[in-house]
């Protein structure tokens, strides 16, 4: 008989033949290897069903091969864990002291990164940077500024007190987790890369707020064994390990890579250079597909670049794995919006496969319109993939990129001069100030935002529904006096009252014509704006080591010509910042003007649709 122990809560998904699980839980195998990275369990109430396999550990088929005093497999399972946990703990201690050394050797120990979070954190935020605030990115950014800026989300806010007296009819509700906490993608071989992976996790379709995300957000992402552990912060990846910066600054000699990225400066600065065809892609068609002879479904998306016409068909881990990659290699210089929260109950449900197309199209369009994010080899090979053999070798290649984390900076050409340091430090602060100043605006807006539609869904509507059936209940009376000259005017009465609740069936439907879109464009801005903290962070950092390096200079520690190369560099770094900040204007004037304008032109027509509703009741009213 084959025991495993349970590492991670799993809910099981209706009409899958899933077994619910929970950590700490010994279960019996009963197959342990269905296929596509799940065993059958029986637990023990003697139900049976698949679990992931990355779910449970595998215990020894007896305790006392291992444990001379015949530990029971709870025991034992107790002290695997204590064992483990102790390891981990002396593995760090003792890398995080060779790292300090090796970095005090330099004379430049890193004053702006921090430690990753423990794995076992319950905390949804671990980042670059560690966010202390609730779920605001700016908060750790804010704590080494002077100013007295607010470091409380607006998104997140609770205008009616707590939590619990939430109304939590539609999804403006949902707080989404800092988007560059990256969770770590699924660690397994690429044959299986064709495993459904929506895992369990807090999330919230259209219209049905989640308890999680009101806490804090559970961001999206979370790893495939479960969003309470296993984070993976940036600082995992190449590139991104410590000593950090210093590995761009310090080299003495940058590769020079294959793919450039020039910078030149234009009209109104410094600027991406921008292909000479613009494409976009249409995601849609989206179909039920399943796999393990039924047992297991997922939906699969099609997308068709308009630069080729050539269909290629992917899911949603297919994306996540594409924003994964994005964000590693570019998250430094560009900020990467994170993808439609996963979801596992009700992810057939049509309403959330409409809104989660929606909001894949509006990820893909952006990712499409950015000139270094829709020219890259990754996002290229995502869309014009061949076969799988030619996927899996892209794949592999994209994960095997070094040029990652701060080094893609070193791929970067700007043709201007170089800046002197001073001008390097207002150019981020300026766009420090512009950005967190447009992340209070944009909350400010998704807060009344979301009022707004709390009072055109629930109590507004019921308010010309009460007036409808009062002035009907009026007519019934007067109909009851006998009186024969008073037909006219209570048949005018009882329209005018039946007027009033098709005026509240109008004001309950408005908000998904006009409203929806507004609070979209914002809840994507909001995302994008809170990735600039960690990309902001990483220059004031980069700052700062030059600061530093004249007593790196005066020690010996590194030569004059050294501290010109890291002022240069710094200075790449601006550029690219100056073009990423053109680039994001370039978009925000033109998609608020869309939206406003879209808005606006359906009030009016809103508003005119109720006047003249309201004047055709009126014409059954003769005048006196």
């Not at 349970?6 to 998904?13: K, N, T």
């Not at 007190?161 to 989404?176: C, E, K, L, P, Y």
């Not at 993976?232 to 890579?257: D, I, S, T, V």
């Not at 892209?394 to 800046?419: H, Y």
Request: proline residues 6%; charged residues 25%; glycine residues 8%.
């Amino acid at each position: 008989m084959m025991l495993a122990r349970v590492m991670y809560d799993f809910a099981a998904e209706p009409g899958n033949n899933e077994l619910t699980v929970n950590e700490g839980e010994i279960i019996t195998i009963t197959n342990p290897d269905v296929g596509g990275g799940w065993l059958e369990g029986r637990n023990s109430k003697g139900e049976r069903g698949l679990v992931p396999t990355d779910y449970v550990e595998i215990l020894p088929s007896d305790g006392k091969d291992q444990f001379s005093c015949g530990n029971s497999v709870a025991d034992q399972a107790f002290l695997d864990s204590l064992s483990a946990s102790t390891a981990q703990a002396n593995s760090s201690a003792a890398s995080s002291n060779n790292q300090v050394d090796i970095l005090a050797q330099i004379g430049c120990i890193e004053s702006f990164s921090q430690s990753p979070p423990s794995s076992s954190s319950p905390s949804p935020s671990s980042s670059i940077n560690k966010v202390s605030s609730g779920n605001d990115p700016w908060s750790a950014w804010n704590a080494s500024k002077s100013g007295n800026w607010e470091s409380s989300d607006g998104w997140g806010a609770k205008p009616e007190g707590t939590a619990a007296q939430r109304n939590t009819s539609n999804n403006w509700d949902t707080a989404f987790g800092h988007p560059q906490a990256y969770q770590g993608p699924a660690t397994g071989d690429d044959d299986d890369w064709d495993e459904d992976w929506d895992e369990p996790k807090a999330s919230s379709p259209y219209f049905k707020d989640s308890e999680a995300a009101e806490a804090g957000g559970a961001p999206r992402g979370g790893s495939r064994a479960g969003a309470s552990s296993m984070k993976l912060p940036l600082n995992k990846f190449p590139g991104f390990a410590k000593p950090g910066m210093e590995q761009y600054l310090l080299a003495k000699q940058l590769a020079k890579p294959k793919e450039k990225i020039p910078i030149i400066v234009g009209d109104y600065g410094p600027m991406w250079v921008y292909p000479t065809s613009t494409f976009d892609c249409v995601v849609a068609d989206p179909r039920k597909g399943s796999k393990m002879y039924g047992l297991k479904s997922y939906i699969e998306y099609q997308l068709t670049p308009t630069n080729t016409n050539r269909s290629v068909n992917h899911r949603y881990k297919h994306f996540d794995w594409l924003y994964e990659r994005l964000l590693v290699k570019f998250g430094s210089a560009i900020p990467i919006p994170s993808l439609p929260d996963k979801q596992v109950t009700g992810r057939f449900e049509e309403e959330f496969i409409k809104m989660r197309m929606e909001r894949l199209q509006a990820w893909m369009t952006r990712m499409c319109r950015h000139p270094v994010i829709s020219e890259s080899e990754v996002f290229q090979q995502f869309l014009n993939f061949r076969d799988e053999k030619e996927w899996k070798t892209g794949k592999r290649k994209a994960e095997k990129d070094e040029l990652v984390g701060v080094m893609i900076f070193s791929t970067m050409e700007p043709e201007a001069p170089d800046l002197d340091l001073v001008e390097i430090e207002q150019k981020c602060d300026a766009v420090g100030k512009f950005t967190k100043a447009m992340d209070d605006g944009v909350k400010e807006l998704l807060t009344v935002g979301q009022e707004h539609w709390k009072r055109c869904t629930g109590p507004l509507p019921k308010e010309y529904q009460k007036i409808g059936k009062a002035l009907q209940s009026l007519a019934t009376v007067f109909s009851s006096s006998g009186y024969q000259g008073e037909t006219d005017l209570n048949d005018a009465i009882t329209e005018a009252g039946k007027t009033y609740e098709e005026i509240a069936s109008l004001v309950a439907e408005q908000p998904k014509k006009d409203l929806h879109f507004l609070m979209e464009c914002n809840h994507e801005y909001k995302g994008f704006l809170g990735c600039f903290p960690d990309i902001i962070g990483a220059h004031k950092g980069a700052i700062e080591k030059v600061k530093e390096s004249d007593k790196l200079v005066a020690t010996s520690k590194i030569t004059p010509q050294d501290k010109q190369n890291m002022v240069k560099r710094v200075g790449t770094m601006s550029y690219a910042l100056q073009a990423e900040m053109n680039h994001f204007h370039s978009n925000r004037i033109y998609d608020y003007n869309s939206v406003i304008r879209l808005y606006l032109e359906q009030q009016v027509q809103f508003y005119e649709t109720i006047a003249e509703k309201l004047r055709q009741a009126l014409g059954r009213f003769p005048v006196m």
